[in-house]
């Protein structure tokens, strides 16, 4: 969730700490994956795409792990015409001897790195599959590294993100469609034919021709986030090249707008109430005494920075905004490590009137450095992805509406998500590849697919993952009882254990275990 898209996060967590037990019953053994020239066949229908399937991969060192460049089409329509490439990372598996394959991952976003990713592999997968698999992150098509999607300088990208999230009437409504409007040609302006061509069904067939390029019969795939979009994409266009499939905290493909600004409000709404019940738990916290003080007083701080920001030192910003602040308070529902941060911030904010500690935790989620420079285009690619998957209305009544019911049901969250893809519905442009709205995916005939749920996950609900699990063909489902966003190798021995053995034994977890 952005502080102005309200939507997907690219926020997977690279910690695991502690461990917990579960019952857990292994299912039928999936096949390893097998590297040989056979990978290098394009799938049926793909007969044009012979000498994209067909390349090597030049590995080079890097600073860490090794690097490569993937050459895909611009257009798949055209695949004889321009040419992209694509940023691929490397980490070997730790115990050569034993190796069984590729592991790619992406950790979500869209607009999340998975270069990034992929270089933090000792701590996104358990050590067994460290030890068995070269873990290979990429930039997706308008991600950083790969020909990345650009769309205001960062003064305005500033002001874009710490602009009213919620308009209160129609002459807000109207500027922050004209807000709207203004980013979106400027990524059409600034970035050119890819911006037409940055779509998950894009992104699924690079993923493809990486498959190829590595050697891999099959993918064996780790999606966080979004990454699960991306890996559901992939498994329903490729379904018999899916291998281990591991997607971890679930956006159906299937999902409209406005069900993932209600979802996504209902599910910031039950983190938060749980982040509340910990400040009071630890006493003398700044917002109340009890939960639903906490969120009253949550919500009347908002309004109050709505009407009047407080100050803070932050390089290039010098007072801390609604939206701003919203986005702070959001950075810390991905994870309950951040949870004391939380609170020390807005102490700050509410009895010293320094908006400086929560204006770093917003910094964090935009990639924003102190001196106001962004490390990557993370949100910048998040639309760019986001409205040619899924277009949405360009009336700003529509969003009034979504947020007067999702306030109903998320009070705090409610109307904060409701705005956020007005952008979509201005966006100059469709999607060349797959796009266009919603869509089940049932990937018929594919191996099994691990899908991974947390019962109080903010940004993708719990509900999410059994929607998925119930639409694909071959699943298996886990639920984790707990907080934050994502589960595998964050805090939790018995999903850790479970996806360990998938991925390195094949044991698929018997649907329903739950830890």
């Known amino acids: 969730m952005t502080s102005r898209a309200r939507v997907l996060v690219a926020a997977a967590a690279i910690t695991a700490v502690s461990l917990s037990g579960c019952s857990l019953l292994g299912g039928d053994d999936a096949a390893p994956t097998t590297s040989s020239t056979a990978a290098a066949t394009p799938p049926a229908g793909s007969e044009a795409l012979a000498s994209y399937y067909g390349q090597q991969l030049a590995w080079a060192k890097c600073q860490i792990g090794e690097c490569a460049k993937l050459k895909v089409p611009l257009d798949y329509a055209a695949p004889d015409g321009d040419q992209i490439e694509i940023s691929v990372l490397r980490m070997k598996a730790t115990k050569s001897k034993d190796r069984i394959g590729s592991l790619v991952v992406n950790p979500g976003g869209p607009g999340g790195s998975g270069v990034d990713y ?84 894009d992104a699924a067939k690079d993923m493809d021709i990486l498959r190829s390029a590595l050697g891999d019969e099959q993918l064996n795939f780790l999606g966080k986030s979004y990454g699960t ?21 679930v956006l159906p493909p299937d999902i409209t707008s406005a069900e993932v600004s209600k979802g996504q409000a209902e599910g910031f709404e039950r983190a938060t109430r749980a982040y509340a019940a910990d400040c009071v738990d630890e006493g ?4 109340g005494g009890s939960v639903d003080e906490v969120m009253s007083g949550l919500r009347g701080l908002l309004t109050r920075l709505d009407q ?24 810390a529902m991905y994870d309950q490590g951040s949870w004391g941060t939380l609170t020390d911030a807005l102490t700050d904010v509410v009895r010293r009137n320094d908006g400086t500690e929560l204006m770093k935790l917003a910094d964090q989620y935009a990639q924003r450095n102190q001196n106001g420079a962004y490390a990557g285009n993370l949100l910048e690619a998040f639309y760019a992805i986001s409205c040619l998957d899924n277009p949405d209305s360009a009336d700003p009544d529509v969003y009034a509406q979504r947020a007067a019911d999702n306030a109903k049901v998320a009070p705090t969250w409610g109307p904060f998500l409701a705005w956020g893809s007005l952008v979509c519905g201005q966006w100059p442009v469709k999607a060349a590849e797959g796009g266009g709205g919603p869509q089940k995916i049932s990937a018929e005939g594919s191996g099994p697919i691990v899908v991974v749920g947390t019962t109080r996950d903010p940004a993708t609900p719990y509900e999410w993952s059994v929607r998925l699990r119930d639409q694909l063909s071959n699943a298996s489902l886990i639920t984790f009882d707990g907080d934050g966003h994502t589960a595998y190798a964050r805090s939790n021995g018995c999903i850790d254990d479970a996806i360990n053995d998938y991925f390195t034994d094949g044991t698929v977890p018997k649907d329903g275990t739950k830890c």
Not at 237 to 248: A, E, S, T
């Open 118 to 201: 992929a270089q933090a592999a000792d701590f996104i997968v358990g050590k067994p599959v460290r030890q068995r698999f070269d873990v290979v992150g990429f930039d997706p098509r308008g991600v950083q590294r790969s020909q990345p999607v650009d769309c205001l300088p960062d003064a305005q990208m500033d002001d874009f993100l710490g602009q009213d999230p919620t308009p209160d009437d129609a002459t807000e409504a109207a500027e922050f469609a004209a807000s709207g409007k203004e980013f979106a040609q400027g990524c059409q302006q600034r970035t050119g034919a890819l911006v037409s061509h940055v779509s998950t069904v």
């Open 229 to 249: 979009f991306l890996g559901a994409t992939y498994a329903g266009l490729f379904p018999k090249l899916v291998g281990r499939f591991v997607l971890d905290g």
């Open 284 to 287: 003398d916290c700044p917002l």
């Open 308 to 331: 009047q920001p407080v100050p803070m030192q932050d390089g290039r910003l010098n007072q801390l905004t609604e939206g701003w602040a919203a986005t702070g308070i959001a950075q």
